[in-house]
């Protein structure tokens, strides 16, 4: 079983880049070249965030750290999945198999930390809701220029806190490479990680992408089959569904499929959030 197994079961005629000395690259190269993947090696010294912009999957290997620490924020930006081996705590999708330990202690991709655009502003400083909680979330994704443009994702939580009143919580951000599916999803999980205790969930979504893997029963099919669809093709998107499933354990989740644009006030609102954030990354660049 390969090192990497989870994340190159995805990777058949990917795009891949790979940056550092052959000496330090070398066994990621050939598990890449083994998967299928389109593998582009950046020798050591010579990566400029250009040569990236196509790229499926980064693996960061430069002997200078620095260099690492850009590479790794112009993908953030770019919603581009990045690893750099010597510091695997940054690891930004799941690369272990089962019964190795993931040394961040997750499951999925967490692509976009540090190169985020985007706001996390509440209306209140309150605590989040109980253990045991009802809350209300509404997600919504957005993408410009679908599948290859700017986009962001917006969340709003409403929850009644111990003190008897209604808090809101909004949550966005705006990645400069991405999709509108996988805004939908990073909706949702970035939501759903944001409770600390379990909660009662009613997520409400106009993407029925998302509703209908989990009211439909999809997702229980893919990972039955080892994530394949039903035209056995590998599924898209499987790191942020593997985030997905992680990040609903704790919760009793209930997915409601809300029509977009139709006058609902917090789905409205989602959509201002998400397009906004991707507005405002297509603005600068993303860097």
């Given amino acids: 079983m390969k090192k990497y197994f989870q994340?190159?079961?995805?990777?058949?005629?990917?795009?891949?880049?790979?940056?550092?000395?052959?000496?330090?690259?070398?066994?990621?190269?050939n598990e890449l070249t083994e998967c299928g993947a389109q593998v582009?090696?950046?020798?050591n010294g010579r990566y400029k965030r250009e040569m990236i912009l196509d790229s499926d999957i980064v693996f960061a290997c430069d002997a200078n750290p620095a260099v690492n620490e850009d590479i790794y924020a112009a993908c953030g930006c770019m919603g581009i999945p990045v690893y750099i081996p010597s510091r695997p705590e940054k690891c930004?999708?799941?690369?272990?198999?089962?019964?190795?330990?993931?040394?961040?202690?997750?499951?999925g991709s967490q692509v976009?930390?540090?190169?985020?655009?985007?706001?996390q502003n509440t209306d209140d400083l309150s605590a989040g809701p109980a253990a045991g909680s009802d809350v209300e979330m509404y997600t919504d994704g957005a993408a410009r220029g679908n599948p290859n443009g700017p986009g962001g994702y917006g969340?709003?939580?409403?929850?009644?806190?111990?003190?008897g009143k209604k808090h809101?919580?909004?949550?966005?951000?705006?990645?400069?490479?991405?999709?509108n599916n996988r805004m939908e999803l990073m909706a949702a999980i970035v939501g759903l990680e944001s409770l600390t205790e379990p909660c009662n969930v009613t997520l409400h979504s106009d993407s029925q992408y998302l509703v209908k893997a989990f009211n439909d029963n999809w997702i229980s099919g893919w990972v039955k089959n080892g994530w394949k669809n039903s035209?056995?093709?590998?599924?898209?998107?499987?790191?942020?569904?593997?985030?997905?499933?992680?990040?609903?354990?704790?919760?009793?989740?209930?997915?409601?499929w809300v029509k977009g644009h139709d006058g609902d006030e917090y789905n409205e609102r989602c959509d201002y959030l998400a397009t906004s954030a991707a507005d405002a990354v297509g603005r600068t660049g993303g860097f």
């Fill in 40 to 43: 582009k090696v950046i020798e």
């Fill in 112 to 119: 976009s930390v540090s190169g985020e655009k985007g706001n």
């Fill in 168 to 179: 809101k919580k909004e949550l966005s951000k705006g990645y400069a490479k991405t999709t």
């Fill in 231 to 256: 035209q056995k093709q590998p599924v898209k998107n499987i790191d942020l569904w593997k985030r997905l499933l992680k990040a609903r354990e704790m919760h009793n989740v209930r997915f409601v």
């Fill in 92 to 107: 930004s999708f799941f690369l272990y198999p089962a019964g190795e330990k993931d040394p961040m202690g997750d499951v």
């Fill in 155 to 163: 969340v709003v939580i409403i929850y009644t806190g111990a003190d």
């Fill in 7 to 29: 994340v190159f079961l995805s990777l058949e005629n990917k795009k891949a880049a790979v940056i550092g000395p052959s000496t330090a690259t070398k066994n990621i190269v």
